[in-house]
């Protein structure tokens, strides 16, 4: 089949409803389309957007199919990283060939079946779908090879992902994509995307040409819906979001979807990438049960699909190719990650369980790390922009799902709500995960961290920043507890020990001292729910040091005015953080620091004035930030210090006022 016959039976991107129903190609124009403005019918894009080619791209993408035809043995980028230009082109498929994946096979997989309806589901041997019997297929026994005939399989395999990544990122720079759902999604694969590695991007773009199986409109509306927080201040997307109610269209159209899909009873992938997403939009509005509830559907959903034991492996029954063990792997370690964020944000009891696989090994297709990170949607001054930067995205998540492995242990061996933690339980997991902890740092690569005592000139990307900050708040949450009276209800515990204390005041001026950074290279906002958790983190340690001292510490109150300040900004973005400024707000009333409250209300007032354009200019961007160094005089020292034993007895015999500060045993 040709590719003119492929593009023909293809959807128009982004049609509008009068261009679908006569069945003729539409431009995508705002406010109308131009076939419609001659007609003079009411133009209205009510469907979910689906992209097409149009046939000036069919050109160019012949062109480019060429090239890759001649170039295909010579590599897929140049040595810095950056995707060479192409110059007159041709050659890339509709769809590219993907092979077989051959992965090892062990008894806990023989439940994974194909259902009727072609998806992979599982199913234990009680269930009403699986005979326990000896005639149960036996698993397949090793390639004949050897270990380096594996190697040399892996290493054509990931070869083979990579050059399919690099050829849909080249189809991706010739679409032409109207706005505003361009910029939407370019904020999702910026922002979002290197953080929580929800979406495989070369699939999903790919798929949302031909409709293929890793591409759904419910999942497109979701990243359109999440994407539009980060442009509430960008007057031209706001002009152009108008004829979609503002956004909420998009909103209202991706959670009407998604029970649609999930009551066919035949998930797939992009179901599970759309709960997700939903769930961490819910979690920065501050809707807990929404959050809650579509976080453990996706939970669900791919134990369903057998993805919790399949991401380390598949059977040749399957049929599962590269690419789909490769998302499938990728999927499984979103969900896990996400499972401890929102755990943490609510104070729950995780659901996914580390099974033995390695984060480290999840990974086949690494093109991703080399690209090029540019914080989309910032305007700088003229002549300050912010230089082109390696994205190492990779990495950081790799790194990322190392770390929520520890904090797993953390959230179950002292903050589980159902349990009554012993002393020695509480002893081993400070020593194990403090011990964990330390050597996950040691280890980290230098180019994915960021030290406080040599801040760089230009902050890292924003997910670099975010596994810094998490980094430190995951120890601040295992040594906390350690610092009060609160939890002793339950019977002795150990005693705190001066280190504590440094660890979690030091991480507390670290989370504060890179939020800086942060905000004076891109705006706050931009901040992932993760940062503002990180800031009311570090708030609740300065807080309990103001409570702890014999007279106000005049560093901790300039630094707890900080985090208040950011927070009050941030909660215009996320909701949420105004029910934590709201216990704040009570605690700091109850030790008669009314006046805090009231100076940094005063300056954010006028601030929100100043700022009720920024980033549309230049110079709303340089009023935007020009605030943010003001305290850094005051957290930005090298941390250097010695606890005295009466400092350490003050916070022993503290109770907070607010029991969220020292949560621990409930």
């Known amino acids: 089949m040709s590719m003119s016959s492929i593009t023909a039976r293809r959807k128009s991107a982004f049609s509008c409803d009068q261009c679908r129903k006569r069945k003729v190609k539409c431009g995508g124009e705002q406010p109308g389309c131009i076939r419609c403005t001659r007609r003079n019918d009411t133009c209205e894009y009510k469907l979910n957007p689906t992209l097409s080619y149009t046939e000036r791209l069919e050109n160019r993408v012949k062109e480019l199919e060429e090239y890759v035809s001649l170039t295909q043995g010579n590599g897929y ?11 007159t082109m041709t050659a890339l498929p509709a769809v590219l060939p993907r092979t077989l994946a051959k992965r090892t096979y062990s008894e806990a997989f023989k439940g994974l079946k194909v259902d009727p309806k072609g998806g992979v589901t599982y199913h234990g041997a009680t269930s009403f779908f699986q005979l326990p019997t000896s005639t149960m297929d036996e698993a397949p026994g090793v390639q004949d090879g050897g270990p380096s005939h594996m190697l040399d399989e892996g290493n054509q395999r990931k070869e083979k992902l990579v050059s399919n990544a690099w050829h849909q990122r080249a189809l991706e720079s010739f679409l032409e994509t109207p706005e505003p759902f361009q910029f939407l999604l370019n904020i999702h694969w910026c922002w ?111 134990e369903d699909m057998g993805i919790t034991y399949t991401a380390d492996g598949s059977t040749t029954g399957l049929h599962l190719e590269d690419e789909d063990v490769e998302i499938r792997q990728r999927l499984f370690w979103s969900c896990y990650f996400w499972d401890k964020m929102i755990s943490l944000y609510l104070g729950r009891t995780p659901t996914l369980q580390h099974c033995g696989m390695d984060p480290d090994q999840m990974i086949m297709d690494d093109y991703a790390e080399h690209e090029l990170w540019t914080p989309h949607g910032v305007v700088y001054p003229e002549g300050s922009e912010y230089p082109p930067t390696t994205a190492h995205s990779i990495s950081c998540f790799r790194w990322t799902c190392r770390l929520a492995i520890i904090f ?24 194990s995960e403090g011990q964990s902890l330390k050597q996950w740092w040691d280890d980290l690569p230098d180019f994915l961290k960021i030290d406080t005592a040599n801040l760089p000139e230009h902050c890292p990307p924003s997910h670099i920043v975010t596994l810094n900050c998490l980094y430190h ?45 942060f905000c004076s290279s891109f705006g706050y906002q931009y901040t992932v729910l993760s940062l503002s958790y990180s800031l009311y983190t570090a708030l609740s340690i300065f807080l309990l040091q103001i409570q702890a001292a014999a007279r106000p510490n005049a ?80 957290y930005t020292e090298e941390f250097e210090f010695t606890i005295s034993d009466e400092t350490l007895e003050a916070f022993q015999l503290l109770t907070p006022m607010e029991a969220t500060f020292g949560i621990g045993y409930d």
């Open 77 to 87: 980028a140049a040595p810095n990283g950056r995707t060479e230009q192409p110059p």
């Open 192 to 302: 979002i995307q290197p953080l929580f590695n929800f979406i495989y991007r070369p699939a999903f773009t790919r798929d949302m040409e031909v409709l293929g199986p890793y591409y759904s409109h419910t999942l497109l509306n979701a990243i359109l819906s999440h994407s539009i927080r980060w442009c509430k201040q960008n007057k031209e997307m706001q002009k152009l979001l108008e004829p979609y109610e503002n956004g909420a269209l998009f909103s209202r159209q991706a959670r009407s979807m998604i029970f649609s899909e999930v009551s066919s009873g035949h998930p797939k992938v992009p179901t599970v990438q759309t709960l997700l997403l939903l769930s961490a939009q819910e979690s920065s509005a501050g809707n807990r049960t929404q959050a809650w509830m579509y976080s453990g559907m996706a939970f669900r959903l791919i």
């Open 408 to 431: 797993n242990q953390i959230l179950l061996h002292i903050y589980d709500p159902s349990k009554t933690h012993t002393e020695s339980e509480l002893r081993a997991c400070l020593q």
């Open 473 to 517: 708040v995951f120890k601040i949450l295992l040594y906390r507890p350690m610092l009060t009276q609160r939890n002793s209800m339950h019977g002795n515990r150990p005693r705190a020990e001066p280190h504590h204390l440094v660890e979690c005041i030091s991480s507390a001026i670290s989370i504060i001292t890179i939020y800086d950074l």
């Open 555 to 634: 560093q901790a109150l300039s630094r707890l005015r900080f985090c208040i300040n950011a927070l009050q900004r941030l909660s215009v973005l996320n909701p949420v953080v105004s029910s934590a400024l709201t216990l704040v707000t009570d605690t700091l009333s109850k030790l008669g620091l009314e006046a805090l409250i009231n100076t940094v209300g005063e300056e954010n007032a006028t601030q929100q004035e100043v700022n009720a354009n920024s980033f549309s200019t230049q110079d709303d961007y340089t009023a935007e930030n020009q605030g943010h160094s003001d305290y850094c005089n005051l």
